[in-house]
């Protein structure tokens, strides 16, 4: 059971390229200017990281290159030579239906160090940590550079970009170079030495099974086998749970996702926090490494339990258009066009758009009663993203709070949200998703450069030695400040 929960789970994520629909230059037109009109009118942050006139280029430059366009892949990597520029990590993709569940996907599990990859499992007699030189024949900084264009991304931020790569890098793989029966890898074993091997393709789902056993998952620092047990309880739990470490006097925390009912989700906080309150815990860690965000109000609500403070997330909101743009291409929307769009930001025009300066979830930022009152520490990094970012940054706004890891995936000073805009282009049946709102953030440090994640109070290094041992350095950073 658990197996097929696993496999359902990066279904939805992922699958691998077994044709691609040719098209007419037509169509492609069409669905470019679709998707051209579609940013023009409605993105709302459309050139934060590009100026009007170089976007315009852009725009210009990829038309032209349009004339060879002739294949629904093709046509998806011109769109992500756009958004690109843009650098909006809600701005999404998704490739056309073209893309199947095949037999032929890259077979390796990898992890990405200093931007080398890395194996992340001892599948096939190649050791865990070795590091992958070519595959064939295209050298390993190469694909990594040609990769990062299929990940969106806040700002210039990396850290989100190598989180998802090592996560979908054959998937990627197949988008850029390809389908292939077969690969040719050169690699490195951590003792030196280098070897040839060629490994044939497998199926995405034995692939995508194997992902459970991953050695940076840290099964090994928490004494457990690498496995579904494992990645159920700790990676893919989507509910919060706590652990604790007795002879620290320390609960853990892991909050996985903000996604869920938010009422059961804050029935769940009561619950925990009861539980470490009556234990008389001193010390509480947050590990929000795996959050990819959900609702904001559960980010609020788990803030509550940790802050001696009143606190703020933002400081206003923005959008550009109080209509949907080229409406007859939209599959789905989450929330009412006219009570978002228009009756929320009708009475607040600016000369570019419609402007809100006040959140009307202040009210609820505040202590709760019933909060932790000892030390707390909180784990994020790359994955962190959306309203996980967010929670991450009141941490870094509140003084008694240490945030530690990696920056973050979501943007530091400001970020896109709240209202979702699912399309689907008539000819070449991608699908993007646009989220309609900026969401200028409340922050302390403006010295942090524009297009940054949050960064950590103190940054930890995520070694080779880690991955080959098993070694969750984050976790282990902090179990030795508590211990002093």
Known sequence: MKKIQYFVLFCTLTCVLSAQKRMDSLGVREDFRIFENILKKGHP?????????????????????????????????NMLEVTDKIKDGHLLFFAPNTIKTDQYYFPLILKLINTEFYTDTDDFDIPIGSKI????????????????????????????????IELKFGLYFAYEYGVEKKFSIDYTAPDGTETNKVLPAESFVTVRLRNAKRNSYFAK????ENGFDYFDTFINNKSPFVYYKEDLNTAVLVVNSFRGDIRIFKSNLIKIFKEI??????????????NDGGFRSNAVHLFSFITNNLF????????ASLAIPERKYVTRTYLSEKHFLKDKFYNHPIYDGWKLVFDDMEAIMVPDKDRFRGNVYVLAGGTTFSAGSTFALNVKNDPNIILIGEETGGGYHFSNGEFPVYYEFPNSKIIMVMYMEKINHYIKDKRVPKGSGVLPDRQTIFSIDDLISGRDPDLDYVLKLIRG
């Open 45 to 77: 942050s459309l050139y934060e990281y590009i100026d009007q006139d170089s976007l315009e280029y852009v725009f210009k430059v990829v038309k032209e290159s349009l004339t060879t366009t002739d294949s629904d892949i093709k046509l998806y990597q």
């Open 133 to 164: 030189n070519q595959i064939n024949g295209h050298q390993a900084h190469e694909i990594l550079h040609r990769l990062k264009k299929y990940v969106s991304s806040d700002g210039y931020n990396l850290t989100r970009k190598y989180r998802e």
């Open 221 to 224: 620092y928490h004494k457990q």
């Open 277 to 290: 309150n009556k234990k008389k815990i001193s010390n509480l860690v947050v590990d929000v490494r795996q």
């Open 312 to 319: 703020k997330q933002i400081t206003s909101e923005y959008v």
